[in-house]
């Protein structure tokens, strides 16, 4: 019954997306030390990028719990279904959050005074669906705040090369989320929400998507000069621009097998090939 119960809150928060800001903080948290920091500070990094991460989905699931609802396409969430109760959910975003304020707090001071910030965005990107349709470069702006504050962890301080990554991030979070939300223009127009592909329509949005993802690849190999990387970490972007080439080849929203592989499974892939390659790139040349 509690490994049940533990699968369906990993189910809830998406616990397997945590792949997609992660390798790019610790991207930023080893450019920020020149290899690898104290043991006590990756430990702590990454506490606080599951805290932050899950906090934030699992209160996206209470905000949206009556949307997910009426939608087809969602209705079979934990929340609209009963699997999991409201009071459970926001458990989890209490305590997700609190140990992202702690972790924070054992970090240095200056993560700790920006944790606020962060807090604000986890919760304020949850209700921007109803107002605007910037809604998915504010997602990506939460999200890109993880190699910000992975490289802060570090240093203490703020530098060029994490608020070009986090602009990366961002580009890169906001064009696969673009691409997601294809498969309910229809849904979104119907209940008065706010999306890029529900303003722009589907040919409108995938252009977007497409546009964000190609100055997301102009800002990785900007990278290469700013950091002064080597020719491996070159090699790992020029299979991610491929990779993500496909993802915008192979979309269909009317297809939710390839636009789960196009918005999430390639992208996860993605972010670890970069990892892997930056890693190899400072730890052999």
């Known amino acids: ?10 189910e809830l928060v998406m616990f ?76 989890i975003v209490f305590i997700c959050f609190s140990i992202f304020i702690f972790a924070a707090y054992k970090l240095n001071p200056l993560c ?5 910030l962060a807090l604000f965005l986890f919760i304020i990107y949850s209700y921007t669906k ?25 240093t ?3 530098a060029i090369a994490p608020i070009v990554l986090g602009a990366i991030v961002t580009l890169w979070v906001a064009g696969f989320d673009i691409i997601y939300a294809t498969q309910d223009i229809e849904f979104d127009r119907s209940a008065g929400l706010f999306s890029i592909p529900s303003k722009f329509g589907l040919n409108g ?8 993802h190609f100055i997301m690849i ?26 993500l080439a496909l993802e915008h080849y192979i979309v269909s929203p009317t297809n939710e097998r390839r636009m ?8 996860q892939i993605v972010s670890v090939l970069i990892f892997v390659f930056t890693v190899l790139d400072v730890f052999i040349l």
Not at 1 to 10: E, N, P, T
Not at 112 to 116: E, H
């Open 16 to 91: 397997s997306h945590t792949l997609f800001s992660l390798p790019f903080a610790l991207i930023a948290m080893i450019w920020a030390a020149d290899g690898l920091p104290s043991a006590s500070t990756i430990f702590w990094i990454l506490i606080a990028l599951i805290g932050a991460r899950n906090g934030a989905n699992a209160l996206n699931r209470i905000v949206d719990k009556d949307i997910d609802k009426k939608n087809p396409r969602t209705a079979n969430r934990h929340l609209p279904k009963g699997t999991v109760n409201d009071y459970e959910v926001f458990v």
């Open 112 to 116: 700790l005074a920006l944790s606020p």
């Open 130 to 154: 109803r107002f605007t349709w910037i809604c998915h470069i504010i997602l990506g702006i939460t999200c890109g705040g993880a190699p910000v504050g992975a490289w802060l962890a570090v």
């Open 1 to 10: 019954m509690v490994l049940k119960k533990l699968k369906s809150y990993g």
């Open 205 to 212: 949005a995938l252009y977007i998507s497409s546009a964000f």
């Open 218 to 243: 102009f800002l990785l190999v900007s990278l290469y000069f700013i950091m002064n990387s080597g020719y491996i970490y070159l090699i790992g972007i020029f299979i991610s621009a491929i990779l």
């Open 156 to 158: 203490g301080k703020f």
């Open 260 to 267: 789960k592989i196009a918005s999430y499974h390639i992208n």
